[in-house]
């Protein structure tokens, strides 16, 4: 037997629908869709059902199509309440005009309407989640039901672009009963998510579905979204977490972002964080705390690649494996004698390039721009400017190398001036 085409109707079109039993008596009219959230979201698990005595919940089993376009009861006690309700998401009230995060497009929209489709599994009609209605198609359906008639609203409807997201890449965030956020996103899709492209999802939320994809993270990718974000957002993102939890996303970062997000808190809650932090981690970030912001030495970071000057190119693909900070920041490896003293620096691809036994000091360029600590960083501008380059080593006053300032640290300090 062949199974039929999946007919598609949309969640507006549903609402009202007279339910009969199998006697054709009226039963209540539908109320709201239930669905499953998680590895089986979108099923649909039942059919909120108005009645004359209040608000019934079917089993999606019970429930099957008539030709006439109405749904009707298997059997005369279909009527029962459906079983840990916080495990379900409600269609009208949980989604409706709420907003969603779009997984594949990697932005936040507005819910106008859903379209389900019935599908046959075996002898038994589903009715399933396909796609969230996102554009105008969604909207001209709800504004107009009930003053077009039913076919004549759905033609008219079809005129409208579809934008519509299919449910696979929609990560819901949706209220519980007691009208706090819960979250159902797949942790491990938010993660591959570029943490740029997080930060502006972040940006267009509401404050509470903000906290819940936020409070969501894990340590690494949070760091990672924090350094993204503007100050007074990255405020916003840690005001409800305690110092321990800051503390935890503060040690993942790069040490002098991490001193740019502490350097915006009072003072009470920078030493309270602070002392949360691992004693390496914190001794990074507070000798950074000491700088002036706009300088070199306050916008440097202190994790990068360095060797001695007799090092091999194979130890020195070796320290890069190594490596704890962020690879991608990565650029040069640097030449550090035994008194931290600066001698050269060899560009990644002349090091990729090069023998495995060759040396690292034959391959360094013969002169390395540097820069105090003191530089202002509009003469850091046009430094990088000046040399074309991707990163500049900070040396303090007996040449040792302390730092190192990054070109997108440069880049986001000209935006800002902009």
């Given at each position: 037997m062949n199974q039929r085409t999946p007919i598609r109707v949309s969640l507006t079109a549903l609402l009202g629908t007279p339910v009969t039993d199998a006697h054709g008596q009226l039963r209540g009219k539908l109320k709201d869709i239930v669905v499953t959230t998680g590895p089986d979201g979108g099923r649909v698990a039942g059919i909120a059902l108005k009645t004359r005595s209040g608000l019934s919940i079917v089993p999606s089993q019970e429930i099957m199509e008539t030709p006439a376009g109405t749904l009707e009861l298997r059997s005369a006690e279909a009527l029962a309440p459906l079983k840990d309700e916080g495990s379900y998401l409600f269609l009208q009230r949980d989604l409706i005009d709420r907003q969603i995060i779009d997984i594949n497009g990697r932005k936040v929209v507005r819910v106008n309407d859903v379209d389900l489709e019935w599908t046959d599994q075996g002898a038994v009609h589903h009715l399933r989640v396909a796609e969230v209605e996102v554009g105008l198609r969604g909207a001209f359906r709800r504004v107009f039901k009930g003053v077009l008639p039913r076919t004549r609203l759905e033609s008219i409807s079809r005129r409208f672009i579809a934008r519509a997201i299919p449910w696979q890449f929609v990560d819901v965030i949706e209220p519980d009963p007691a009208r706090r956020v819960k979250l159902r996103i797949e942790h491990e899709r938010l993660a591959g998510i570029h943490p740029s492209e997080l930060a502006d999802i972040l940006e267009d939320l509401a404050p509470a579905e903000r906290e819940a994809v936020f409070t969501s993270l894990n340590q690494e990718v949070a760091a990672e979204t924090l350094e993204e974000v503007e100050p007074k957002l990255q405020k916003a993102l840690l005001e409800k977490l305690d110092e321990e939890r800051i503390a935890d996303i503060v040690e993942e970062m790069d040490p002098g972002a991490a001193a740019d997000l502490l350097s915006e808190l009072s003072e009470e809650q920078s030493d309270a964080i602070l002392e949360e932090m691992e004693p390496e981690e914190r001794q990074e970030v507070e000798e950074l705390l000491e700088f002036d912001e706009d300088s070199a030495a306050g916008c440097m970071t202190t994790e990068f690649v360095y060797l001695g000057v007799d090092a091999t190119v194979a130890q020195g693909v070796q320290a890069l494996r190594s490596f704890d900070g962020d690879p991608e920041s990565v650029t040069e490896v640097f030449l550090l004698d035994e008194q931290r003293m600066l001698r050269g620096a060899i560009p990644l691809a002349r090091l990729v390039m090069a023998q495995p036994d060759s040396h690292l000091n034959v391959l360094a360029e013969p002169?390395?721009?540097?820069?105090?600590?003191?530089?202002?960083?509009?003469?850091?501008?046009?430094?990088?400017?000046?040399?074309?380059?991707?990163?500049?080593?900070?040396?303090?006053?007996?040449?040792?190398?302390?730092?190192?300032?990054?070109?997108?640290?440069?880049?986001?300090?000209?935006?800002?001036?902009?």
């Open positions: 002169r390395v721009i540097s820069c105090p600590p003191d530089m202002k960083q509009n003469e850091l501008a046009e430094m990088f400017d000046k040399y074309n380059l991707h990163a500049l080593p900070v040396v303090d006053l007996h040449g040792r190398m302390v730092g190192v300032v990054q070109a997108e640290r440069v880049i986001s300090f000209l935006r800002e001036k902009l």
